[in-house]
């Protein structure tokens, strides 16, 4: 008799999109991101592109695939939790109960009182936690320290919690009894203390806000632009007064979001004090991966990973791979040999953080679909007229190509800074930054027009004053970084690497010399 065909098992499962329901709003939970599905496939990952972080949300449909999915924009997805069932996404409203493999036990918040103010007294602080529950400690975000105060609910989980913001959770005491915060009025047992303890509530959310760490994408897309600060590195200035000039150590920044009262303030010479800065949140803890041979030898023209991570300097979110460059000496050699930096994003995607320089190289070759783009001196594209502005007019210029949606550098860039050691838009530049001249003013155009008043963005040098820093110190800088109103993130992350691109091509040149104020003739 005739055969009927059996049917073949497939070689691999493939899931094709099934719409449960209308689109919803999902927000990703995931501490560390999470990475885009090319198909409802949870292997199938997408490292073309930067996945979304903490937070994010979007809409889409929901599908189903080897776990349910949010479908957005057609061909993206985003597993809503982990083939184990760890949450990735969830509902940006409230969330419905659904079925969850019982991986461990969990709490629902119960309220048994009013809102209260609970005080840390805990020495060493306490970690939050993302629910009643005390193994479930949310290391993403700073803990808040000994003598902070709050004010929440009381929730009971596995010990009582104090809820503060809806989802970050105190822990009031330990399982095994230990105290870890108490009612901030058991803080005041003598009379004298209450006029001072009894504050108003609104005290105390400025502090809340302080424990929290905003990943660097989140603060760049509303920031109008940062602060860049040099570490003072007291070895390395002692070996400078010896006459110990070749004595380079690894130079580390933090960079911190400002607001536009501080950038109108930089624009006049001024720049916050160490206090004031120092209570900023760090958007960016920022170290310099390098030789000890390169630095003593090559100084500013030395090769380098500078990375960017964040402030416990655990993982990083950004790294800018500096080639080595020839000196700028004549024309000849600019052109052929421009310096070249590659910047690479992980957000969504953190690394872990690293200090030598070998693994950082090779950790970036294997990571290289993550290039967010790239910043170049520019000589080649207009060299005639660049020579003319670097030896009559004192110009210099590096350029910044942010990769197009595909991940392919363009051949013109998009933002042009422009150094001119003699006036700038807004500061005459000679003897900048010094008592005599407070600020170094650097502007940013669009690259189709290089001569529009005023320019788009700037970066100001702004002398830190007279204290130790500014009287004593070499190689410590004040970076105040204007972002271009029509800069997005990614722009707003390649301007933040070219801060500190600036810092070595015309600074440290200038102190490595000896000269005076003013950026010095080699860029």
């Not at 999902?26 to 496939?41: E, H, I, K, M, T």
């Not at 990952?45 to 979007?58: A, E, R």
């Not at 960016?284 to 402030?311: G, H, L």
């Amino acid at each position: 008799a005739q055969q009927q065909p059996q049917p073949q098992p497939a070689a691999q499962p493939t899931y094709a999109p099934q719409p449960l329901a209308a689109p919803q709003t999902y927000v990703v939970v995931s501490p560390n991101g999470v990475a885009w599905r090319r198909s409802p496939n949870f292997t199938n990952s997408d490292t073309s592109v930067m996945g979304p972080s903490c937070q994010q949300m979007f809409n889409g449909v929901i599908v189903q695939g080897d776990v349910q999915y949010l479908q957005v924009d057609g061909n993206h997805y985003l597993p809503i939790h982990s083939p184990d069932g760890t949450v990735i996404c969830q509902p940006a409203a409230q969330q419905q109960p659904q079925p969850q493999p019982a991986a461990q036990p969990t709490y629902a918040p119960q309220p048994l009182a009013a809102p209260q103010t609970y005080v840390v007294v805990s020495p060493n602080g306490v970690a939050w936690r993302r629910s009643p529950n005390f193994t479930n400690s949310d290391t993403s975000v700073m803990g808040p320290s000994c003598q902070q105060m709050f004010n929440g609910v009381i929730v009971q989980g596995d010990v009582q919690y104090l809820q503060v913001d809806g989802n970050h959770y105190l822990p009031i005491h330990s399982p095994d009894g230990t105290v870890i915060c108490q009612p901030a009025a058991q803080q005041q047992p003598q009379p004298v203390a209450q006029p001072v303890m009894q504050q108003p509530a609104m005290m105390m959310q400025p502090v809340v806000q302080q424990a929290q760490w905003v990943t660097p994408d989140t603060a760049l897309a509303i920031a109008p632009g940062i602060m860049t600060r040099q570490k003072l590195q007291w070895a390395e200035q002692i070996a400078a007064m010896v006459g110990l000039g070749c004595f380079e150590q690894r130079n580390k920044y933090k960079v911190a979001t400002v607001t536009q009262e501080v950038l109108d303030h930089a624009a006049e010479g001024g720049a916050p004090d160490d206090d004031t800065f120092s209570s900023w949140p760090t958007t960016f803890f920022v170290r310099e991966s390098s030789t000890c041979f390169q630095r003593i030898c090559c100084q500013p023209c030395r090769k380098m990973v500078i990375n960017y991570n964040d402030p416990g300097d655990q993982f990083s979110y950004m790294r800018a791979n500096h080639h080595y460059h020839i000196p700028d000496l004549v024309c000849c050699i600019w052109m052929p040999c421009p310096q070249r930096v590659d910047v690479q994003g992980y957000m969504g995607q953190p690394r872990p953080a690293n200090k030598d320089y070998d693994q950082l190289v090779a950790d970036m070759a294997q990571c290289e679909p993550l290039t967010i783009g790239r910043l170049e001196t520019d000589w080649n594209r207009k060299p005639c007229n660049r020579c003319m502005q670097a030896s009559f007019c004192c110009r210099r210029f590096i350029a910044v190509y942010p990769a197009g949606p595909n991940g392919v550098i363009p051949d013109v860039p998009k933002w042009t800074i422009q150094a001119n050691c003699c006036k700038s838009q807004r500061s005459c530049n000679c003897c900048a930054p010094s008592c005599c001249c407070s600020v170094y003013g650097i502007e940013i155009f669009e690259e189709k027009d290089e001569s529009i008043q005023p320019s788009p963005g700037f970066i100001y040098n702004v002398w830190p004053g007279c204290n130790c820093k500014g009287c004593c110190a070499q190689n410590v800088d004040n970076y105040i970084t204007e972002f271009p109103k029509e800069a997005d993130t990614n722009d707003k992350f390649l301007l933040t690497a070219a801060t500190i691109m600036v810092d070595y091509r015309l600074f440290e040149h200038k102190e490595e010399e000896g000269e005076g104020g003013g950026a010095g003739a080699l860029l």
